[in-house]
């Protein structure tokens, strides 16, 4: 069993009402950008195998795309991290964010599928602003608020998710996978846009001394060096941190094989209509949604690790019951099960994960392993986090070129992987994963 929480600077007697005391600032920015940009996300990521099959792809082509989105991520990830403890964090997190909207705009144009899958490997080099966003939004919360106040952000920030996968559903019904999808990743684009322009206006760096420039030239050396330094890194962190990053690879991992193939086993083998997926997921986080907030009290006043146990347990007993699904209500009740426990996981691994790192190395080590939280059941057709680190990223890829193999296999195989995986985590937190005695700030 997990022991009780030691963490010494948290408070027993907070109450909901005191969860936006500390909104302001970068959070605030990052809540509102968050909800625009959820909202595109969850119109999109449910139907995109859809429309990669609608041009022409089918389960192992999905499987290839997914392959290539995170793999500029292996370059760009340690560079992100490198030059955000040096330079700054806001530079960066914009950059990423006109870089997405560029190669969003190849989604909305693409005639095949091939096109779809050289802009996810474009797509990766986005990931630019992932490091320094985390290590921004860990900056800007104290240790006694980051439960509550990254729950409290992803609630704000999922206001308008509730809706967009059964707008998005209806859509596709009305207009098929290839049209339907073509107009959801143009709605994407501008929203993407949207939050690009807010980040530039009123984003404040928390870094000092941010007038460093690093030369081009010198990147192909900040690379060498972020990699070369990664294992005297790694050794500085203790060894509940490492096995949290364990827990963080199965959970991609989990959802490289599995994201991108519900709403294909819904629709081919239970045989729901694409409005019908969206009303399941619709109702899944309008749940997400009012649970983020009891979850971030029960992540800082029961633990961090205690909550993701429990979390833990929740999907292991849910998520696999899929395959045996056969009506609409069979599949609500899983992906209820799901949103509970990811309102958990989230604010217990991104708190665990800033409480643990200390601020001056937090970018270089959110780009190694993430910012820390994860959704578990991802059905979005994404990997299910905030930011994959660079040491995620092989095993990331692997699973996502094997969960179509899988698929086209067996279409349970996907969540008898995701078994094992859960199974594998529920292990390294119950024995290895503590909260720290004092919090970094």
């Excluded at 099959?53 to 192992?60: C, E, R, V, Y």
């Excluded at 939050?195 to 460093?212: D, G």
């Excluded at 890194?233 to 949290?244: D, E, G, N, V, Y």
């Excluded at 009303?279 to 899944?284: C, K, Q």
Aim: aromatic content about 10%; overall charge positive.
């Amino acid at each position: 069993m997990v022991p009780p929480p030691q963490i010494s600077v948290m408070s027993k007697n907070r109450s909901i009402g005191n969860a936006l005391k500390f909104m302001s600032g970068n959070i605030i920015v990052f809540s509102i950008t968050g909800l625009l940009g959820n909202f595109a996300r969850s119109m999109v990521f449910p139907y995109a195998s859809l429309y990669i099959m609608a041009l022409g792809g089918n389960a192992q082509k999905i499987g290839l795309v997914n392959f290539l989105r995170p793999l500029a991520g292996l370059i760009v990830f340690p560079i992100a991290g490198y030059i955000a403890d040096g330079t700054g964090r806001v530079k960066l997190i914009v950059l990423g964010n006109y870089l997405a909207v560029a190669f969003i705009l190849m989604y909305v144009l693409a005639p095949r599928w091939e096109i779809i899958a050289i802009a996810a490997l474009l797509q990766g080099l986005s990931v630019l602003g992932f490091p320094p966003q985390s290590a921004l939004i860990a900056d800007s919360l104290s240790p006694a608020d980051r439960g509550r106040g990254i729950a409290t952000m992803s609630t704000i920030s999922s206001g308008l998710s509730i809706f967009a996968p059964y707008i998005a559903g209806v859509v596709v019904d009305l207009y098929g996978p290839n049209a339907g999808v073509r107009a959801l990743y143009a709605a994407m684009t501008l929203l993407y846009l949207a939050s690009a322009v807010i980040h530039v206006r009123f984003l404040k760096e928390t870094m000092p001394n941010t007038e460093t420039r690093v030369k081009i030239s010198s990147l192909p050396r900040v690379l060498r060096d972020a990699y070369g330094g990664m294992p005297t890194l790694l050794k500085q962190l203790p060894p509940s941190l490492l096995a949290l990053a364990g827990v963080i690879v199965l959970g991609f991992m989990a959802n490289g094989v599995a994201s991108s193939f519900w709403v294909v086993f819904a629709v081919e083998e239970i045989g729901l209509s694409s409005s019908r997926w969206g009303f399941i997921l619709l109702v899944e986080t309008a749940l997400r949604l009012v649970m983020f907030i009891p979850g971030g009290l029960l992540v800082d006043r029961w633990g961090r690790a205690r909550s993701l146990l429990f979390a833990l347990l929740i999907s292991l007993v849910s998520i696999p019951l899929f395959i045996f699904a056969k009506s609409v209500a069979s599949v609500l009740l899983i992906r209820s099960a799901v949103a509970i426990a990811s309102a958990i996981t989230i604010p217990a691994c991104t708190a665990l994960m800033a409480d643990t790192v200390p601020r001056e190395i937090r970018a270089r080590v959110m780009a190694a392993i993430g910012q820390g939280g994860f959704m578990l059941g991802s059905a979005g057709g994404g990997t299910g986090g905030p930011g994959v680190g660079f040491l995620i990223t092989l095993p990331l890829m692997m699973a996502s070129l094997a969960g179509g193999y899988l698929y086209a296999q067996n279409p349970a195989y996907p969540w008898f992987f995701v078994l094992i995986t859960t199974t594998l985590s529920i292990v390294l937190t119950a024995f290895f994963i503590r909260d720290p005695k004092n919090a970094e700030i």
